[in-house]
């Protein structure tokens, strides 16, 4: 029987395991968490919308019907190309084939020391310590008696304009403004400011100067103060410095940088820039047509050369194209045509009223494009346990205002009741 192993269960490598269900081999799947996360909606965890129950499953219930597929709870320290060998943790798995789908990680542009104190968006624990943030903040300025401290409790700065920090700054703001509004005595969390910061001259860089445009009125409407061509110099328990003015705040996210994971260290392959490992037109490794990189650890280009872009879908088309690759060879079939990115557009979301999305022949902004990345994002939970249970939740929290989920959980030196400690 012929061994395949899937490192990673994000989208790509999901879709890749679920693509070989019925193939006749061996296949084992090895993630370094529990759970598939549908990072998507896990901003709404980060600002105490959703539970993170509401966006994670467990991998092994996921695949529980896959007779062929054994789940590993492990980390990926190395590969042994020549070997065929993953090196895990506790183990040392062989393969015949191999699928490396173990996505991207926060970059911090060398900053490496701010992660401590602007942690970035990527899993559960990062939604969850986030969570405990902003709510603790709140908490904090509710206590003080000190007017500046107060003021630099209630500021929210958070870095990098792209979608995650778009929609983590409309729906701070919404939670601030609107959630949040009649829950505290001492304080009036509607004098919270939302400070967002982009180093680029617009927000949405990946969307026309039109939609971008629209973000910021959108985001402005609803109390965000949005900074453009504002690099952060430096970042501190006690705030931010962007270009030469110092900003103080209890709380920053980055959502400004991202990196491939060490893949192409693993694997000694040449990457790009981002640390994307550089694949073949069949997403297989040069030299190496057993082993094969997919999602956002993979740069792969599309027929007209442009980069296929970091998101859900093109892992999901690429988790699938892999499967059937290396079932026709596995059957002895004939080889697949290379794989080919289909795009089904880009959307963000700005709030609960407003979103953008561009698909390939259509733009649409305001309310309308709420509902549709609404509908959309429905329709890309098909597939994980409960869609209909956690739509409904969703929903459930929109018209509430997400009464649900505030609850400040864990625990970190740097978000005590008090402060910091000394
Ligand atoms: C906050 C956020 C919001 C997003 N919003 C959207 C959106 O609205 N629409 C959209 O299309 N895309 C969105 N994206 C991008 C999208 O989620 C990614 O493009 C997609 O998840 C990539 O899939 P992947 O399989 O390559 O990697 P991932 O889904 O990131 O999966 C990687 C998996 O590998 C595992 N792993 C990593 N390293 C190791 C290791 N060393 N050992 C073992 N396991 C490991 C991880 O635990 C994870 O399960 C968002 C991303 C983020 C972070």
């Known amino acids: 029987m012929q061994r395949i192993v899937i490192l990673g269960a994000g989208f790509g490598g999901l879709f ?36 993170p129950s509401d966006v994670a499953w467990p991998i092994r219930s996921i695949l529980s019907r896959q007779k062929n597929t054994t789940v590993l709870l492990d980390e990926v320290v190395d590969i042994a190309v020549d070997r065929h060998q993953v090196i895990l943790r506790r183990e040392t798995v062989p ?30 624990d990062d939604a969850t310590q986030i969570r405990r943030r902003i709510l603790t903040a709140f908490e904090q300025a509710e206590m003080t008696a000190d007017a500046a401290e107060r003021a630099r409790l209630l500021r929210f700065v958070i870095v990098g304009g792209g979608a995650t920090g778009v929609e983590l700054a409309g729906t701070i703001a919404e939670l601030a403004h609107r959630t949040l509004a009649a829950d505290f005595r001492h304080i009036d969390p509607r004098a ?19 939609s971008s445009s629209y973000a910021r009125r959108a985001l402005e409407r609803l109390g965000v103060e949005v900074r453009l061509g504002a690099p952060v110099t430096a970042c501190d328990a006690l705030g931010v ?12 996210i980055w ?28 997403l297989s490794l040069a030299g190496n047509p057993d082993i094969f990189v997919i999602g956002d650890a993979a740069s792969v280009t599309t027929e007209a050369g442009s980069p296929v872009p970091g998101i859900a879908p093109a892992a999901k088309q690429q988790g699938r194209y892999v499967a059937d690759v290396i079932a026709r060879r596995i059957a002895g079939r004939p080889a697949a045509e290379a794989f080919r990115y289909r795009h089904a557009g880009y959307l963000a979301t700005i709030g609960r009223r407003s979103a953008v999305i561009e698909f390939p ?5 305001g309310w309308l494009a709420w509902w549709i990345w609404g509908i959309a994002h429905i329709y890309f939970l098909v597939g994980v346990p409960s ?10 929290e929109y018209l509430t205002y997400g009464r649900g989920a505030r609850l400040i959980t864990g625990d970190h030196p740097h978000d005590k009741i008090g402060g910091p400690a000394a």
């Open 16 to 51: 890749a395991a679920q693509g070989l269900a019925r193939a006749a081999a061996d296949l084992t799947v090895v993630d370094r968490h529990n759970y598939h996360l549908f990072q998507p909606l896990l901003y709404q965890v980060a600002t105490a919308g959703l539970a």
């Open 241 to 252: 410095t962007i270009g030469e003015e110092r900003v103080g705040s209890a709380t920053v």
């Open 361 to 365: 022949r259509l733009k649409v902004t």
């Open 95 to 124: 393969f015949d084939y191999l699928v490396v789908a173990t996505g991207a990680r926060h970059s911090y542009f060398g900053h490496e020391d701010w992660a401590e104190t602007a942690p970035g968006l990527k899993s559960i």
């Open 255 to 282: 959502a400004a940088g991202v990196a491939a994971s060490p893949a192409a260290r693993w694997l000694d392959a040449p990457c790009d820039r981002a640390g994307r490992v550089i694949v073949e037109p069949d």
């Open 192 to 210: 919270a400011k939302i400070l967002l910061v982009e180093a680029g001259p617009r927000l949405l860089p990946f969307l026309s100067e039109a």
């Open 387 to 396: 869609p209909f249970i956690v739509s409904i939740r969703w929903l459930w």
